[in-house]
Each structure stands twice: as C-alpha cells, then as structure tokens.
C-alpha cells in the first residue's frame, strides 16, 4: 500500500510538471506569434507612412503646376442634346436605337477624342457601344444620328455618356 501511495503523488507529481511545462511552452509559442504579428504591423504602419509621404509629395507637385497651362482637372463640359427611340424592326439587327440630336463642347478648350458611350442593359448583360466624334473645337456643336445596336438583343435600358480623355487649350495632353 505504501507502495501504491508513493506511485499515486509521483504521478500526480509528474501531472503537475507536466502541465506547468506544458503551459510554460504555449506562453512561449504565444510571444513568438505576438512579436511576429508585431513586426508585420511595424512593416506595414512604415509602407502607409511611406505611401503618405509619397502622396504628400504628389500633391505638392500638383499643387505648384504652372497656372499658364491652362489644363482644366475633371471631365470637360461636353454636352449631349439627344432624342433616343428603341426600334424593332431592324434588318441587320432586330432591336437597336435610333439617336439623333447634337454633341456639344461646351467649355473654352479644344476637346480631344470625344466620343459618345452608350451603355445598354440587355436580357444577356450589358454591352457598350461607343460612337467616336473625333475633335471638337471650344463651343463647337455637331449633329449626332446614329443607329447603336445591340447584337440582336432585346435592350432594356440605356445610358448615355459623352466623353473626352484629352482637353486643352492648344495640344494634346498625352
């Protein structure tokens, strides 16, 4: 018996180390994985200070353009006056509109490539069609009809959007 008692408390002895070992070591695998995700906090807080200084730095640069360029920021103000009507009887294609109306600049600066985008919800998705209206001069206007086609499909919705990536006073910008 006495035997059996000295077994019991050297296992209990041997439980106890064991766990007090055992809960020793995942506090330490826990501080490895903190000062892990510490440093990967650190890198990434160093590339955002880094990416705001390089936006700052941006900014300044914008900021101290020469006035005399005369480059508007934004869209220019190209304007569209159109009557649109959805067709049905189509020879090439059995759905398509019909737009007619005119394509204004109206800004005080020659408009690079507008072009006019129709975005066209069809049962099948959307499809675009873009109709280039090549240059326009300051306070140009020129008429617009044309037929945009949806490739055969139902269309149950459109948008119309004028555009012009390039807009200055004299030149191109790119």
Known sequence: ????????????????????????FAQYLNNIEILALKNTNNQLHAEII????????????????????????????????LGVRL?????????????????LNNGNYTAYNVTVLFTLLTANGTALRAINMGTFAPNQLLPFRYQVYATGEYIESWEITPEAPMYHNSKPLF
Request: aromatic share 10%.
């Open 87 to 103: 067709m049905d009887d189509g020879i090439r294609y059995k759905y398509y509109l019909w737009a007619t109306g005119e394509v």
């Open 50 to 81: 880094d990416q705001q200084t390089k936006i700052a730095g941006l900014q300044t640069k914008l900021d101290n353009l020469p006035p005399e360029q005369n480059v508007p920021f934004g869209n220019p103000p190209i304007v569209t006056r």
């Open 1 to 24: 018996m006495y035997l059996g008692k000295k077994l019991l408390v050297s296992v209990l002895v041997l439980v106890l180390i064991s766990a007090t070992v055992g809960f020793y």
